[in-house]
């Protein structure tokens, strides 16, 4: 009799365990592709940040030294 309770319940805190995992899973896969888009966006933003003052830069010295 026990044993079979004990069966039973080991069998569904099994089935809970594998259930979570599998969340985790899932949960670590949506956060890594979130946060590689985070960081694909903000890389893009810094070097058009970049090049955007390179460009004032330019300007700024063509100004500066007229040929």
Wanted: avoid cysteine; aromatic fraction near 8%; glycine fraction near 0%.
């Amino acid at each position: 009799m026990y044993l079979e309770v004990f069966a039973e319940l080991f069998v569904e805190l099994l089935v809970i365990v594998l259930v979570f995992a599998d969340v985790v899973k899932q949960l670590h896969a949506l956060l890594h592709q979130v946060l590689a888009n985070h960081l694909q966006s903000r890389s893009h933003r810094m070097v058009t940040f970049s090049v955007r003052l390179i460009k004032t830069k330019e300007r700024h010295w063509s100004e500066l030294m007229p040929a």
